[in-house]
């Protein structure tokens, strides 16, 4: 009974708002009031820029992170598909987020979240590959492709401690991105992909990494200005 009752608390810690109570703690505002109304990184960096919006993107990631790596630890079983339940949870809480009136975020940073604690090699190497790829090409898309392509690759490398579901699961999530990215694939070979623009007002490289994670957690375009 003890490990339901750690997905049910899974889920309450990931539907935690945290762009919603940077807002409200940082400026007092409600987010779904400003910018686009996202409570999404994009939305958050936006409206309150990069130094609330880097520690609400981690915190995402340790909604994720976080309950498979103790709740594992807590329930007393030791059948590890309980730490998928866990981390399937924490997603669920923050896409359809109880305290939000079932709003809430994309789930790419929670899931990353849960990925760290499953696989943390594969996702080391997609963050790397990511970050390459994005500031050599300046294209977000195809940061995010090359980074799920890298990932799926390193699950099947011969030998890799990854159990079978979490390489099948993984290798999902990563055709699912190339297959949500299918138009900016074709853009691409067009030479029709527009390159992430940071704005007219000098950014810092941190603040440009910062805006360029925010998109590609959430898929919403960040205005310019």
Not at 52 to 69: E, N, R, S, Y
Not at 135 to 149: C, D, H, I, K, Y
Not at 188 to 213: C, D, K, Y
Request: charged content about 15%; proline content about 4%; cysteine-free.
């Amino acid at each position: 009974m003890i490990p339901w009752l750690l997905v049910l608390a899974a889920y309450l810690w990931g539907a935690i708002p945290a762009s919603y109570l940077a807002g409200k703690w940082t400026r007092g505002i409600d987010l779904r009031r400003h910018g686009s109304g996202n409570l999404g990184a994009t939305n958050t960096f936006r409206v309150l820029g990069a130094r609330v919006a880097a520690p609400v993107m981690v915190f995402d990631i340790l909604k994720g992170l976080l309950p498979v790596v103790i709740f594992s630890q807590l329930d007393g079983s030791a059948d590890w598909r309980w730490e998928l339940a866990y981390g399937a949870a924490a997603v669920v809480g923050h896409v359809f987020s109880v305290y939000m009136k079932l709003r809430g975020g994309k789930g790419v940073a929670t899931s990353a979240g849960v990925f760290l604690a499953l696989a943390p090699i594969a996702v080391g190497v997609g963050l790397a590959v990511w970050l390459v790829v994005m500031r050599l090409t300046r294209m977000v898309s195809a940061g995010s492709v090359a980074a799920a392509l890298a990932v799926a690759v390193i699950l099947h490398v011969p030998g890799a401690p990854v159990r079978p579901p979490v390489r099948i699961l993984g290798t999902g999530v990563a055709l699912f991105v190339v297959f949500a990215h299918r138009s900016n694939l074709a853009r691409i070979l067009r030479g029709e992909e527009s390159r992430f623009s940071f704005g007219r007002r000098p950014r810092s490289a941190t603040e440009e990494t910062v805006a360029a994670a925010a998109v590609a957690a959430d898929a919403e375009e960040e205005e310019e200005g």
